[in-house]
């Protein structure tokens, strides 16, 4: 996996970093690091750096792991209590948790449970604004005591919104996806700033989804874009092949990439509307591709790559997606400036 070297001076940058250059990376960055997830089918040898690393169990295409490593452009301070570890500078911050669960009814306490500790924590502190959450957990499309597991999920995470009185309007950009194993792995970014919701008219928002998609609707906005200085930078949700609340092209996995790309596209054109002015599919964009189907893993990447052949950092990870219809969810990070 080839090191890139983008994103340098923005507040904070996001790499990817093969197992044999995370070490290096980690060193060269110092107590300028906020945050480290490694995604991989089992957990890699021990880091040299101590550096709290949140693991993901999900298969890497053409590599054994991927780290995803952000960092602020300023030193940051280290955190951590019973619930989460987390790093922030001024403006930002990055928390890691995770919590073992035993089905899908337990699942919903337990996401009920997390979100409320992560609302706790806004409430107390410097960043009262969660712009962008990442939600992984096994067998996403179990179905146990009538409910599947992502339905599950979002019941409990919907009930911690009510809780803590946030608007669903004002919900972050997320992603929800099956891992391999392990337990419900949460990290997410937290702002002193609110961010500005971007939804996507080709789309119905997640939050007013109809009730056959489960008893609660996901609550998660298309993507926030968060104002830094001059330096915006656009956090895109994990986006699938959907047109108002229906997935179009069940069948295939060449329109359903398509069809995504062209709904990232879209969001990109809606924050447009909103002052952000796109830096362009090379250096300023960051794309992971979650695709259900191991033999698929090729055919999304190489559409990708044929579509915007400029972009420099791509991760392609096999994941389970929330719908079973559903073949791939891709999620992106656009930087840009003010229009
Ligand atoms: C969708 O658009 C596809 O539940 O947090 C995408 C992004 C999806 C986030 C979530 C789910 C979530 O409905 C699924």
Redesign the pocket.
Known sequence: MREFNIHQNKTVALKYLAPDAIDAYLAQCGDRVMCVVGFGSSRCAALKSRFPVLWVDTPVSGSDAVYEVWTSDKPVTQYSDELMTGAGNEDLFFGCLSARFVSAVDLSETALRIYSGIFDFHQRGTYPNLLR?W?YFPEINAVEGGIER?RS??VG?HEAFVRYNRKVEDSP????LGSHGGPLAIYFLASRFPGVQIENPR?TS?YH?PKQ?GPRS???S?ATLAFQGDSPTLFI????S?LG?DTVHPESVILQTRETLANIRAVIDQAGKQGFKFAGFGSGMALKAYVRHTEHLNVVRDIIRAEWSVLQELVVLQAD???TD?LL?I?AVCWGSVS
């Open positions: 959450v939600n992502y999920f979002s995470r950009s997320a992603c929800a789309q997640a989804y998609y996901p609550t998660f298309r949700s994990g986006t699938a959907i609340h997606i929330c719908r559903l969810e999620e």
